[in-house]
């Protein structure tokens, strides 16, 4: 997966936990469980969410997750993304380079 769709992904994640939907899954970006855990790591180690669990079942669980002060700098340093980003609903046109 090249960086710029992982950025995607991960611009994504941040803006629909910032607008409160929070019920996201691998199936929602179209891609393999093991990437979506793996970028949802790195989200939280970057800091840019709070409160993202990793359950045994195995799921990443995004319900009680936050976004941080690091996280909206996130959103603001790659802000020409959300000119082009239309939600959730159209992700899987969005995605694609």
Do not use: C
């Amino acid at each position: 997966m090249s960086i710029s769709k992982r950025e995607k992904i991960i611009y994504s994640i941040l803006k629909e936990v910032e607008s409160g939907n929070k019920n996201l899954t691998h199936e929602d970006y179209d891609i393999e469980f093991d990437l979506f855990w793996d970028i949802s790591i790195m989200i939280r180690d970057a800091g840019l969410l709070k409160g993202v669990r990793f359950t045994l079942d195995p799921r990443v669980a995004f319900e009680n997750s936050q976004i941080t002060f690091e996280g909206l700098n996130y959103l603001k340093s790659n802000s020409a993304l959300s000119k082009t980003y239309k939600g959730l609903k159209a992700i899987r046109e969005w995605l694609p380079l």
